[in-house]
T-cell receptor
Framework: AQSVTQPDIHITVSEGASLELRCNYSYGATPYLFWYVQSPGQGLQLLLKYFSGDTLVQGIKGFEAEFKRSQSSFNLRKPSVHWSDAAEYFCAVGLLSYNTDKLIFGTGTRLQVFP | GAGVSQSPSNKVTEKGKDVELRCDPISGHTALYWYRQSLGQGLEFLIYFQGNSAPDKSGLPSDRFSAERTGGSVSTLTIQRTQQEDSAVYLC??????????????FGPGTRLTVT
């Protein structure tokens, strides 16, 4: 069955430090992959997505992610974290077929940023 | 333009009562989704609508849960005889027909349901 694993429940970094959030997926075909961010009390906002082509994708707010088929990974990175990046981050696989269209989410990683 | 809206934003109900949660998708979006976010289960898919029909309702946790969509627009998620384990944030999302790189689900702010 399709699944998404985010191994880190909680990460704490200092402002200005680099960030990498891990995501591993289980899916038979080439996946549609997404990273969403959820700030406290807010809905989900799309950071970036991968469908095909260039394995390094750029997103909003200075984030990027790299698709590695051999490792079944889609890790999210940012070179310098800002205090406003504190939020919960969700990785997701999109399942699109003739009879379904849905996102399978990981359990999320909560990011805390210290000044 | 306007995003996905959901109402009410918060709902407190007593165990055993029925509740209705409403979702207004972005105008023109033909696909609509319901998800549930709870502490124990994370973010779970509930149901997918294309137009007024629901090709995939596999995520509905029990027959107490139902959803409908009318006029290809507004959707209502109904939970009958609510239980405490139904307490969660219910998120709605919408999109126009997915076409590869343009595909994105746009999420509403959610309805926080508390069953006492």
């Amino acid at each position: 069955a399709q699944s998404v694993t985010q191994p880190d429940i909680h990460i704490t970094v200092s402002e200005g430090a680099s960030l990498e959030l891990r995501c591993n997926y289980s899916y038979g075909a080439t996946p549609y992959l997404f990273w969403y961010v959820q700030s406290p009390g807010q809905g989900l906002q799309l950071l970036l997505k991968y469908f095909s082509g260039d394995t390094l994708v750029q997103g909003i707010k200075g984030f990027e992610a790299e698709f590695k088929r051999s490792q079944s990974s889609f890790n999210l990175r940012k070179p310098s974290v800002h205090w406003s990046d504190a939020a919960e981050y969700f990785c997701a696989v999109g399942l699109l077929s003739y009879n379904t269209d849905k996102l399978i989410f990981g359990t999320g990683t909560r990011l805390q940023v210290f000044p | 333009g306007a995003g996905v809206s959901q109402s009410p934003s918060n709902k407190v109900t007593e165990k055993g009562k029925d509740v209705e949660l409403r979702c207004d998708p972005i105008s023109g979006h033909t696909a609509l989704y319901w998800y549930r976010q709870s502490l124990g289960q994370g973010l779970e898919f509930l149901i997918y609508f294309q137009g007024n029909s629901a090709p995939d309702k596999s995520g509905l946790p029990s027959d107490r849960f139902s959803a409908e969509r009318t006029g290809g627009s507004v959707s209502t998620l109904t939970i009958q005889r609510t239980q405490q384990e139904d307490s969660a944030v219910y998120l709605c999302a919408s999109t126009y027909p997915p076409t590869g790189a343009d595909y994105e689900q746009y999420f509403g702010p959610g309805t926080r349901l508390t069953v006492t």
